[in-house]
């Protein structure tokens, strides 16, 4: 298939921007055509041109881009389909390319200032019917559904465990990973980490805006024993056969574990399971010392590669394309 993705940014090292990078991987492995548009290309954009993906700023003539025929009422864009996420761009897409299917993503559940009305980038089209929304959680596919009367299908955050393998985890915990954009080194929960790590003698290492931005992430967590983040940033980690905790600016989600990781993840491993709590140093030692084992990640790590695989999140999106384009 002729398939178009789009994103508010191929720029930065952020979720919808490694998602999307993620998924273009699995749709060239898989003999799919793929460009990708954004009015902001930067780093991502430079690794997808680097599998074969070209990157565009503008939908032009000179980029495949062709007029609606009203005549013969056919889609001539010369795309398939489209993969979007953000809600300005998915508007532009619609003008753009008025009768090709459109699936959008809704990474998130911010969206609307309630005293601005200012509408956020994750705030769904409801001015025209677009073919297919995802949701990532069922905690946004309830707001969609709830706060906007839109249905959608869950296809969860997934990691490409190609490039994030698995690997073994010492017998004790020797290094700590701290792998978010949210905090810096001075914020609370940043201390709380840093006074877990003091207590088993580890290092601790942090990766993101506020400490040191990489775009291999998978050299650094495979040195690792823990892993603490929201989103695709604790996956990458559980991806690897790492002790994951859940853990942010929306609170302690909790250490990663079989009996845990389906609340977790009903909320998009952003710790909004905890409702705004932070563990203490203490609750989190305890649970580090139950659940810091090579049975607990194994088991996880089966949940993720079931659950969260890029694989079989490409062939969910593309059974979906291909029933749109019949339809």
């Known amino acids: 298939m002729k398939i178009l993705l789009a994103n508010n940014s191929l720029n930065y090292l952020a979720g919808s921007e490694t998602w999307t990078l993620t998924l273009a991987t699995q749709l060239v492995k898989m003999g799919h055509d793929v460009t990708a548009y954004s009015p902001d290309l930067g780093l991502i954009a430079t690794k997808l041109e680097a599998i074969g993906v070209k990157c565009v700023k503008e939908l032009t003539s000179e980029n495949g881009v062709k007029?609606?025929?009203y005549v013969l009422d056919?889609?001539?864009s010369g795309f398939d389909v489209v993969i979007c996420a953000h809600y300005h761009i998915t508007h532009y897409i619609h003008s753009m390319l008025p009768n090709t299917p459109i699936i959008?993503?809704?990474h998130g559940i911010i969206h609307k200032n309630e005293?601005?009305?200012?509408?956020?980038?994750?705030?769904?089209?409801?001015?025209?019917k677009v073919d297919q929304y995802v949701s990532v959680s069922e905690e946004v596919q309830g707001i969609l559904k709830q706060t906007h009367n839109i249905d959608s299908v869950i296809i969860r955050n997934f990691i490409d465990l190609d490039r994030f393998k698995k690997f073994k985890i010492n017998s004790s915990p020797k290094k700590f990973l701290v792998n978010s954009n949210y905090w810096g080194v001075e914020d609370e929960i940043n201390k709380i980490i840093k006074e877990v790590s003091v207590h088993y003698g580890a290092e601790l290492f942090g990766i993101g805006i506020n400490f040191a931005s990489t775009?291999?992430?998978e050299e650094i967590i495979?040195?690792?024993?823990?892993?603490?983040?929201?989103?695709r940033s604790v996956l990458e980690g559980l991806a690897m056969g790492k002790l994951g905790i859940c853990h942010g600016r929306w609170g302690t989600g909790g250490v990663i574990n079989p009996e845990n990781i389906t609340q977790i993840r009903e909320f998009n491993f952003s710790g909004r399971n905890?409702?705004?709590?932070?563990?203490?140093?203490?609750?989190?030692?305890e649970?580090?010392?139950r659940y810091y084992t090579q049975k607990n990640v194994d088991e996880v790590y089966k949940i993720i590669k079931k659950d969260h695989n890029a694989k079989i999140a490409a062939e969910q999106l593309i059974e979906i394309a291909k029933g749109l384009v019949k339809k």
């Open 274 to 285: 905890s409702k705004s709590i932070l563990s203490t140093p203490q609750e989190l030692i």
């Open 115 to 128: 005293q601005t009305g200012e509408i956020y980038p994750e705030h769904p089209v409801t001015e025209f």
């Open 287 to 289: 649970q580090i010392d």
């Open 215 to 217: 775009f291999e992430v």
């Open 74 to 76: 056919e889609n001539k």
């Open 222 to 231: 495979k040195d690792v024993d823990v892993v603490i983040g929201m989103g």
């Open 104 to 106: 959008a993503v809704v």
């Open 67 to 69: 007029a609606f025929d």
